[in-house]
């Protein structure tokens, strides 16, 4: 069994048990607690694990949505290098629809000085730094703000994008997965992500690789629907190919 697969059982028996032990997952997948403590670290290191004595226990029980604020601090390097490469995705003089989250934040903080480009968005911290920069042309899409990512979700936010066409959507998400494409834990935020996919021409999600295997509640988007994700090394080839074979373009930055 590849490190791979063999962390994705693990994070699998965490969620469905509530906590994993390393003796008893040591004897199941017939390797030793070294290994064990080592797929721990790894899944901790990518925000799907909280290690603790003995074993570890999944994120959602100590958060069952991380905050914009946690988020912001886990791997910011990561995301300044995916922000560094999305960069290249956007359409000088063109329109882009701007995701909220962590980081697509990153990729605002990226922005040249004298870029020119018209941007849609649902996050108020996007808008915020967008505001007073005089290339931007800049729309900020209304509806109810979710305290937890500072988005805006609900009818007035998709009725506005159903009647845009943009060059390039830039997705955030909290999961990815060749088996169920990308994913949200809530409803509202899912809808808003559906909505602006079917406005772009071109859709580009940046995610992190911590969010890989991940699958949340509610799936906004197929893979083939994804011209490219953007995520970093870290992510392990085998599931690259099987994201590319499942209808999408991946880039590490």
Not at 100 to 107: M, N
Not at 171 to 191: C, H, I, K, M
């Amino acid at each position: 069994m590849y490190a791979t697969e063999r962390q994705q059982r693990i994070l699998a028996e965490a969620r469905a048990a509530g906590r994993v032990e390393v003796a008893s997952l040591a004897e199941a997948l017939a390797v030793t607690t070294e290994t064990i403590r080592r797929d721990l670290t790894a899944l901790e290191r990518r925000g799907s694990l909280r290690r603790v004595h003995g074993g570890a226990i999944p994120v959602e029980r100590l958060e069952l949505e991380p905050t914009l604020a946690s988020r912001s601090s886990h791997r910011p390097d990561v995301k300044r290098r995916i922000a560094a490469r999305v960069l290249a995705e956007l359409p000088v003089g063109g329109t882009v629809i701007l995701d909220a989250g962590s980081t697509t934040q990153a990729l605002v903080d990226a922005f040249p000085i004298d870029l020119d480009l018209t941007v849609i968005t649902d996050s108020l911290p996007a808008a915020t730094a967008l505001s007073t920069r005089p290339g931007i042309s800049l729309y900020m899409l209304g509806g109810r703000v979710r305290g937890l990512t500072a988005a805006a979700v609900g009818d007035w936010a998709t009725d506005a994008l159903a009647g845009l066409v943009a060059d390039v959507a830039i997705l955030g998400t909290n999961g990815f997965s060749a088996a169920r494409g990308l994913t949200t834990p809530d409803q509202d935020e899912a809808r808003v992500k559906r909505a602006m996919v079917t406005a772009a021409r071109r859709v580009v999600v940046a995610a992190d690789s911590s969010k890989a295997g991940d699958d949340h509640l509610h799936r906004f988007a197929a893979l083939d629907e994804v011209d490219l994700i953007v995520t970093d090394a870290e992510l392990a080839e085998d599931v690259a190919d099987e994201l590319r074979a499942a209808g999408t373009e991946v880039v590490a930055a």
